[in-house]
């Protein structure tokens, strides 16, 4: 894992669909072209959500893991 500048950090733990998008589109609009946010989630479909997402609004999903039933998205803004 790279050593990244995280911009913002998005708690998300604990929402379903579509509420971790919800959550990362409002964080998106703080932060300027290239700046990073991470986002946590707890939803299992978030995995597919935020790659759908990214392809969809041109962001740019740097990473992606999980651990202990927790998922972790860094991503780039446009």
């Known amino acids: 894992m ?43 479909g978030s995995v597919k959500d935020f790659a759908a997402w990214s392809a969809a609004t041109g962001n740019t999903l740097v990473e992606q893991d999980s651990s202990n039933g927790k998922f972790r998205f860094v991503l780039r803004h446009k």
């Open 2 to 44: 790279a050593n990244l500048e995280i911009k913002q950090k998005v708690d998300a733990s604990g929402l379903s669909c579509p509420l971790p998008i919800l959550r990362a589109t409002q964080a998106m609009k703080t932060i300027a072209a290239g700046e990073l946010i991470e986002v946590t989630a707890t939803d299992p």
